[in-house]
């Protein structure tokens, strides 16, 4: 994981991967400098100009072709230029933009100038109401949405705890990966990498160096883990090389027979294009098993496509409750209602999708509820399924720990070589309802906060294969299907949003990069 990449994880999540092992979250790439020399910067509280005036002019100007082809049309500007852009394009387009104090954009360096720019309100739970506002550097942001993959191993890592004795799990592994070569199993705990005591080292020069080869920046790095078992203490070394690893987002697909009916289960990772056709493989051979209920597992889903996500609910519910009804409208602030302000195309409603992006009719199981098991890293198109269900209500079981908290999205948007990511737009289900920024939550969790949905505070079960019945979380599904009760609640703190105390969260921090953890609407 490159340094940018580390940098927004640590403002996607509120919260830095390791404590010191980041160094610090905030800032981004991209020019800014110092603040603008001189004291007049023409600043007049509460009067914008459109951001087009100011866009391109920039402190680094860039040269060259960009990405598509054409040519760079940056100027030289100055760190004024930039802020004033950034000014204007969040006044602009920012969801809560009344809620932006307007401050004299000549006082400071550009990228603290951007984390002013939104609102400081908080929750009901005390957390940020806004903790997606982040910048990544344009070139590294590009490469990972064009290719499609990363340099890794294949394998998400589960920090349980974050600070010493710490705990780092195997959560999931993709096939025909290094990880999967290296035979790593889920639960297994790191106890080294390439020598450094992973569990107990607290020396910067230590942590560096082993997030590094937890993360490794570059394709071929080679690395060594020592893996301990925690179920018989037995440990093994092994040595991965970093690739780019495709991934498959639809993994231990089954039916388990009960003595109530055949129960289907998918462990889904990623709302992406390469999903679609597993999906309605899974959906097609769940429907010829006539299952009497779903297991659908989104304890590691971040996130992506809109469109993946409302097919999903429409194989879930069929034809009955969805027709003719919204899986999900966008919102923008209160200057664009009725016209996307980005794409400029009208604000229709996402529909349920009854037919592939081929044209290929999906199909449906036809069921009046769902089991959703999820965690900390459920979020954005993964929550969009369950609020999309819910608006035309189907019942959504929750098993699990409190989902991430993101009915919100944004469209990146680049200038002078640093891309911005501000909150613009939220989406409501059919019944009107979007408001889950603390989450959603199992109504038996102890504490307070997010929206309450029927279901079971469950911890993640590192001891069991995901797909296995007596996994935790898939069991406590299993056992709520016949009696509506529950296990007692293990855990209270939603892990997407764990303070840096090294206290074990539900179901520890799962990152993946931000490409992994957004709502995509294509053709909005």
């Not at 056709?277 to 809109?306: C, E, K, S």
Request: aromatic share 8%; glycine share 12%.
């Amino acid at each position: 994981m490159s340094k940018p990449v580390a940098r927004a994880l640590c403002a996607v999540a509120a919260a830095c991967l390791l404590g010191v092992a980041l160094g610090g979250c905030g800032g981004g790439g991209g020019g800014g400098g110092g603040p603008p020399a001189g004291p007049a910067s023409g600043w007049v509280a509460g009067s914008f100009l459109p951001a087009s005036t100011h866009a391109g002019r920039c402190v680094n100007p860039r040269s060259g072709m960009d990405p598509t082809g054409a040519p760079y049309t940056d100027i030289r500007g100055t760190a004024l230029d930039e802020n004033n852009w950034l000014r204007s394009w969040s006044n602009d387009l920012y969801l809560w933009y009344k809620e932006i104090v307007d401050r004299d954009p000549g006082l400071y360096a550009t990228p603290q100038y951007f984390d002013l720019l939104k609102t400081t309100a908080t929750t009901a739970s005390g957390n940020p109401k806004d903790k997606f506002h982040f910048t990544y550097d344009t070139s590294d942001w590009l490469a990972l949405v064009q290719s499609g993959t990363e340099a890794g191993y294949g394998v998400f890592w589960s920090v349980v705890s974050s600070l010493p004795p710490r705990r780092i799990v195997v959560a999931y592994t993709h096939p025909s990966s290094p990880a999967a070569t290296a035979n790593l199993q889920r639960g297994e705990e790191i106890v080294l990498i390439d020598g450094i005591d992973v569990v107990n080292s607290n020396m910067q020069a230590e942590v560096d160096a082993f997030v590094a080869g937890l993360y490794p920046d570059q394709l071929n790095e080679s690395h060594s883990f020592r893996l301990r078992n925690p179920a018989t203490g037995a440990q093994r070394t092994v040595t991965m090389q970093s690739a780019n690893v495709a991934i498959d987002p639809v993994q231990n697909v089954g039916v388990i027979p009960t003595l109530t009916g055949p129960v289907g289960y998918i462990h889904f990772t990623d709302h992406l294009l390469a999903a679609e056709q597993q999906l309605i493989d899974a959906f097609r051979d769940l429907q010829q098993q006539n299952v009497a209920d779903l297991v659908l597992d989104l304890r590691y889903n971040g996130g992506g496509l809109l469109a993946i996500a409302s097919e999903v609910a429409y194989m879930v519910a069929g034809d009955v409750p969805t027709a003719g009804q919204t899986f999900e409208q966008l919102v923008f602030n209160d200057k664009h209602m009725a016209i996307n302000p980005v794409t400029g195309g009208a604000l229709i409603p996402m529909p349920f999708l009854n037919a592939s992006s081929t044209g290929q009719p999906l199909p449906t199981l036809n069921l009046q509820r769902v089991y959703v098991l999820t965690g900390g890293t459920t979020c954005s198109a993964s929550e969009s399924i369950m609020n999309g269900l819910r608006g035309v209500n189907v019942q959504v079981v929750q098993i699990g720990s409190t989902t991430c908290g993101k009915p919100y999205g944004f469209y990146p948007e680049d200038n002078c070589g640093t891309t911005y990511f501000s909150v613009q737009f939220k989406g409501i289900n059919d019944a009107g309802f979007g408001d889950y920024t603390d989450g959603f939550a199992p109504n038996n969790r102890p504490s307070a906060g997010g929206e309450r949905l029927p279901g079971c505070s469950v911890l993640d079960d590192f001891a069991d294969p995901l797909g296995d019945p007596d996994e935790a979380r898939l069991a406590a599904a299993l056992g709520h299907r016949l009696s509506q009760t529950c296990p007692g609640a293990t855990g209270s703190k939603p892990s997407f949003t764990k303070p840096l105390s090294g206290e074990p969260s539900d179901d520890g921090v799962v990152e993946k990069s931000p490409w992994l953890m957004n709502r995509i609407v294509e053709g909005a």
